[in-house]
């Protein structure tokens, strides 16, 4: 029988997130299993060369910061962990080159590996010009959650995703929620989104010894900015002054929402460490010292820093956004604490008035737990294990080689 050939798409750098973890995972998952894997990636220019020595699967680049792409790669998030520009600035020539360039590299990848499968990341623009130009392609996309914002903020590109994205053959969900706002946003079937979720590395997200019983250690892993939340958890730690603990932030960003971080971080001292972007064997190391990890975002898709979390024996405090009841609902509360959000302003931003009770309310969320942890630092929930369980890389991707078997069926 003939092995399967995947050809794997995604429109950023698939080093430094969490789409670009996901792709590599499921790479890696796919070549255990005798499928032969071949990927599509748009990275700056200068990082050509250590993407290929870091990785023995073939690759064709689109590469911006150079001519006909001179402006940085365009993220999904308007704040990305490297230099980047925003879809709801990429108009005019840029647009045009953008496609342009793309679908010159897609078919000569298309004419090299001659996939019996398509699967691109975001239900956004890449996956539009790829249906439309693969029509008869078997086509399976994931939803990482950041794709239905950007559909929101750029009225100038929704028409042509949903026009195309309505023709993929199989959606990705990340939960229950999240399928039900695909079906809403682009108008598609029940029956052609499988929910699926991400998954986290099993190998080095592990617990460690005992934790400390001296002082609690908190932990933040993403990128610095006002959507994830990071300026509300800083100012809520301000209010904690007479319990012993220590923040961890590990991560990056750029512009004024970063600049606002590191600022109020000052206010904090040397009860922060500022770690900057660490690798995932560093952040799984960290991971299983830290008692507590916090995740105060207003928009995300199934963050997998949160099963990584659980896996390594942290304590959760998070947001409530949706899918999260769903999945971490049945564990003990003195494990993941879910903290309700007001309505928002934007679909990542909260109204001015409700910030103050937003800081007050993860503060004290962040008391509860801290008294937790110091009269049991460790924890012990069978839930949060068995969570854990089902989200390895190695149980999201039987999930997913259904969903393949099921396109490259006769």
Same mark, same amino acid.
């Given at each position: 029988?003939?092995?399967?050939?995947?050809?794997?798409?995604?429109?950023?750098?698939?080093?430094?997130?969490?789409?670009?973890?996901?792709?590599?995972?499921?790479?890696?998952?796919?070549?255990?299993?005798?499928?032969?894997?071949?990927? #599509?990636?748009?990275?700056? !220019?200068?990082?050509?060369?250590?993407?290929?020595?870091?990785?023995?699967?073939?690759?064709?680049?689109?590469?911006?910061?150079?001519?006909?792409?001179?402006?940085?790669?365009?993220?999904?998030?308007?704040?990305?962990?490297?230099?980047?520009?925003?879809?709801?600035? $990429?108009?005019?020539?840029?647009?045009?080159?953008?496609?342009? @360039?793309?679908?010159?590299?897609?078919?000569?990848? #298309?004419?090299?590996?001659?996939?019996?499968?398509?699967?691109?990341?975001? $239900?956004?623009?890449?996956?539009?010009?790829?249906?439309?130009?693969?029509?008869?392609?078997? /086509?399976?996309?994931?939803?990482? =959650?950041?794709?239905?914002?950007?559909?929101?903020?750029?009225?100038?590109?929704?028409?042509?995703?949903?026009?195309?994205?309505?023709?993929?053959?199989?959606?990705?969900?990340?939960?229950?929620?999240?399928?039900?706002?695909?079906?809403?946003?682009?108008? #598609?079937?029940?029956?052609?989104?499988?929910?699926?979720?991400?998954?986290?590395?099993?190998?080095?997200?592990?617990? =460690?010894?005992?934790?400390?019983?001296?002082?609690?250690?908190?932990?933040? !892993?993403?990128?610095?900015?006002?959507?994830?939340?990071?300026?509300?958890?800083?100012?809520?730690? /301000?209010?904690?002054?007479?319990?012993?603990?220590?923040?961890?932030? !590990?991560?990056?960003?750029?512009?004024?929402?970063?600049?606002?971080?590191?600022?109020?971080?000052?206010?904090?001292?040397?009860? #922060?460490?500022?770690?900057?972007?660490?690798?995932?064997?560093?952040?799984?190391?960290?991971?299983?010292?830290?008692?507590?990890?916090?995740?105060?975002?207003?928009?995300?898709?199934?963050?997998?820093?949160?099963? @990584?979390?659980?896996?390594?024996?942290?304590?959760?405090?998070?947001?409530?956004?949706?899918?999260?009841?769903?999945?971490? =609902?049945?564990?003990?509360?003195?494990?993941?604490?879910?903290?309700?959000?007001?309505?928002?302003?934007?679909?990542?931003?909260?109204?001015?008035?409700? @910030?103050?009770?937003?800081?007050?309310?993860?503060?004290?969320?962040?008391?509860?737990?801290?008294?937790?942890?110091?009269?049991?630092?460790?924890?012990?929930?069978?839930?949060?294990?068995?969570?854990?369980?089902?989200?390895?890389?190695?149980?999201?991707?039987?999930?997913?080689?259904?969903?393949?078997?099921?396109?490259?069926?006769?």
């Amino acid at each position: 029988m003939t092995a399967l050939r995947i050809l794997h798409v995604l429109g950023q750098r698939p080093e430094m997130t969490g789409s670009g973890i996901y792709l590599e995972a499921l790479i890696g998952e796919s070549r255990k299993h005798g499928i032969s894997c071949f990927r #599509v990636v748009g990275i700056p !220019a200068g990082s050509l060369e250590p993407l290929a020595a870091g990785s023995s699967v073939d690759t064709e680049s689109v590469l911006f910061d150079s001519v006909p792409l001179d402006f940085p790669v365009v993220g999904m998030s308007d704040v990305m962990p490297y230099r980047s520009s925003l879809f709801s600035e $990429l108009k005019g020539r840029r647009l045009t080159a953008y496609k342009a @360039e793309f679908i010159r590299v897609l078919e000569a990848a #298309v004419n090299r590996f001659h996939p019996h499968l398509l699967h691109t990341n975001h $239900l956004f623009l890449l996956s539009a010009l790829a249906r439309k130009r693969f029509p008869n392609l078997p /086509m399976v996309t994931t939803c990482h =959650g950041t794709d239905l914002r950007q559909v929101e903020l750029c009225p100038h590109l929704r028409s042509f995703v949903r026009r195309y994205c309505r023709r993929i053959d199989k959606i990705i969900a990340l939960s229950a929620d999240q399928k039900a706002d695909i079906q809403q946003v682009y108008d #598609v079937s029940e029956k052609s989104i499988a929910v699926i979720g991400g998954g986290y590395d099993d190998t080095i997200f592990t617990r =460690g010894p005992q934790r400390s019983t001296e002082g609690v250690e908190l932990l933040y !892993a993403g990128k610095l900015n006002r959507s994830k939340g990071v300026p509300w958890l800083l100012r809520s730690l /301000m209010k904690i002054t007479d319990l012993d603990w220590h923040l961890h932030l !590990a991560g990056s960003g750029s512009g004024p929402e970063y600049d606002e971080c590191i600022e109020l971080t000052r206010h904090l001292g040397d009860r #922060v460490s500022l770690h900057g972007y660490i690798s995932h064997r560093c952040l799984a190391d960290l991971m299983k010292r830290v008692h507590i990890q916090i995740l105060p975002s207003f928009f995300e898709g199934l963050p997998l820093v949160l099963f @990584e979390g659980l896996a390594s024996g942290c304590r959760v405090i998070a947001t409530e956004l949706p899918g999260f009841r769903e999945i971490f =609902g049945k564990t003990r509360r003195d494990t993941v604490r879910l903290v309700p959000l007001p309505p928002l302003e934007t679909i990542d931003r909260p109204y001015q008035k409700d @910030e103050p009770g937003l800081v007050e309310v993860l503060s004290n969320s962040l008391v509860d737990m801290i008294a937790t942890v110091n009269r049991f630092p460790d924890v012990d929930d069978p839930q949060a294990e068995a969570i854990a369980a089902d989200y390895t890389w190695s149980r999201v991707f039987e999930r997913t080689f259904s969903v393949y078997k099921e396109m490259v069926s006769p």
